[in-house]
């Protein structure tokens, strides 16, 4: 059974960091692995992914400011967010592509794995 659970998110103050983990099971995080947000009233959005090979890609709105990582051995993925803004307030998502292509402004159709959530709120 595949599945993916986030954990690490609450409420901080702006410019605050956060450290989000995605455990995964069932599934190796060697795919593409990728971060998603969604806020109240938007479309979810896609924040970083990591391929097979450890690169990294980011949307222009995190570059600089978040950092994702997975770890093979605990078959677990992170995403370290810090100079968190009022505008990163969302749910974040972590998902798996199994797929060729590993870009962060790639659409979660894209994606066939997800896990439930966990909320980040950023105050001002």
């Known amino acids: 059974q595949v599945q993916l659970v986030e954990s690490g998110g609450g409420s901080v103050q702006a410019g605050g960091s956060l450290r989000l983990s995605c455990a995964a099971s069932?599934?190796?995080?060697?795919?593409?692995m990728g971060w998603f947000r969604q806020a109240p009233g938007k479309e979810r959005e896609g924040v970083a992914t990591i391929d097979r090979d450890g690169a990294t890609y980011y949307v222009e709105s995190v570059q600089g400011r978040f950092t994702i990582s997975k770890d093979i051995a605990k078959n677990t993925l992170y995403l370290q967010m810090n100079s968190l803004k009022p505008e990163d307030t969302a749910m974040y998502y972590c998902?798996?592509?199994?797929?060729?292509?590993?870009?962060?402004?790639?659409?979660?159709?894209?994606?066939?794995?997800w896990g439930q959530g966990t909320q980040v709120t950023v105050s001002s």
């Open positions: 069932g599934l190796p995080i060697v795919h593409c």
């Open positions: 998902a798996r592509r199994s797929g060729y292509g590993c870009f962060a402004t790639m659409g979660p159709v894209f994606f066939d794995a």
